[in-house]
């Protein structure tokens, strides 16, 4: 009983909506996944389970009407056990962001407060769906500025050196600071936090009518929102800001702040043009397909069941989203890869409510 609880106070089955972001951003920074997006994941992970517990915790008089079962109310959590949680994981997710570089602690922070106020103050007001929408954008642009903040590091450290090496690039933006590389990465990943925050911005302003129902307006809003960003998506991210260039003197990456292809573009064989595009295309169609069929049936009949799944289908749609703003920036395989946690978020919904 006390596992079962935990897990339905953490909402484990949307957990699985999380590492995305962090892919997606390392993504549409033009990098590869290290280490740092390791970390940027971990540390994404720890603060949307702080989020989950504190939620329930302010919404612990509210849930005693509304949702007796939930396990604050139902007395299964205490209410201190869910506060001290809710502080510990945040303390671990800025811990891990911290070992990704003062960028990425710095966009974990600003997540971390922006999670604290939505639950504290924030969820019950106009700019509730908007602080929720940051908190989705600011999660991918973590993973933008931990991915490769090691190479930046110590491509920033070489570049110190009196004396350059043979063939080293002298000028002035040889050896570009971390804290500048950061912010490239930040402006390049900028588009997808755009895009994935709206999606978040549409699925809780349909969430504040799940217990009630009633509301048409917001179902259908949602769709159009959903439509809109399908749209978006299928069409390819054409230059970016941030792109990775290798420094001849270390080996190491160096910020080349000029926009340009992603590198699977170049050389292309006769289905370089096409397969990619099929992908993004099969990826969005995902994406539209499970968001919007429940926001539909919710604006024909806004009851709270169908309302709920509406914002429980919104919630799992965010996965195929993800996956597409990968394959836009040119990461077919990391769009594929992330692809692969549908099924394990469509078993556990069965289990635990991602809501």
Not at 48 to 64: C, I, K, T, V
Not at 184 to 200: E, F, M, Q
Not at 240 to 261: K, L, W, Y
Request: charged residues 15%; proline residues 8%; hydrophobic residues 45%.
């Amino acid at each position: 009983m006390t596992i079962r609880a935990w897990a339905e106070l953490l909402r484990v089955s949307a957990l699985f909506t999380v590492p995305g972001d962090a892919l997606a951003g390392a993504a549409a920074s033009g990098r590869r996944p290290d280490r740092g997006t390791v970390l940027a994941v971990g540390a994404s992970l720890c603060l949307y389970e702080a989020g989950m517990a504190l939620n329930d915790w302010a919404d612990r008089e509210e849930d005693a009407i509304d949702r007796p079962h939930r396990p604050i109310p139902s007395g299964r959590i205490a209410p201190g056990a869910a506060l001290t949680a809710a502080g510990a994981l945040t303390a671990a997710g800025l811990g891990l962001a911290a070992g990704a570089g003062r960028s990425a602690l710095a966009v974990a922070t600003g997540l971390a407060a922006t999670v604290w106020a939505y639950d504290l103050r924030l969820k019950h007001t106009p700019a509730g769906p908007a602080a929720m929408a940051a908190a989705r954008g600011l999660d991918l642009l973590l993973g933008a500025t931990a991915t490769g903040a090691a190479k930046r590091a110590m491509g920033a450290r070489a570049g110190s050196g009196a004396v350059p090496g043979p063939g080293a690039d002298s000028g002035p933006g040889a050896a570009a600071g971390p804290e500048s590389a950061g912010r490239g990465s930040v402006r390049a990943a900028l588009p997808a936090a755009g895009l994935l925050g709206a999606h978040t911005y549409a699925v809780t302003a349909v969430s504040r009518h799940e217990a009630h129902g009633g509301s048409t307006t917001a179902p259908l809003a949602a769709l159009a929102a959903v439509a809109a960003l399908g749209a978006a998506a299928v069409h390819e991210q054409r230059g970016r800001c941030g792109a990775q260039r290798a420094d001849p003197r270390t080996g190491s990456g160096s910020q080349d702040e000029s926009p340009r292809p992603h590198p699977s573009h170049r050389s292309p064989t006769p289905l370089a043009p096409t397969a990619p595009g099929l992908v993004r295309t099969a990826l969005t169609g995902s994406y539209f397909r499970t968001a919007a069929v429940p926001l539909l049936h919710a604006a024909l009949n806004p009851s709270p069941p169908l309302t709920q799944r509406a914002v429980g289908g919104g919630i799992r749609a965010m996965i195929p989203l993800q996956a597409a703003l990968a394959a836009r920036a040119g990461a077919v395989g990391t769009g594929l890869a992330v692809m692969g946690l549908v099924p394990i978020a469509r078993t556990l919904a069965r289990k635990v409510s991602p809501t």
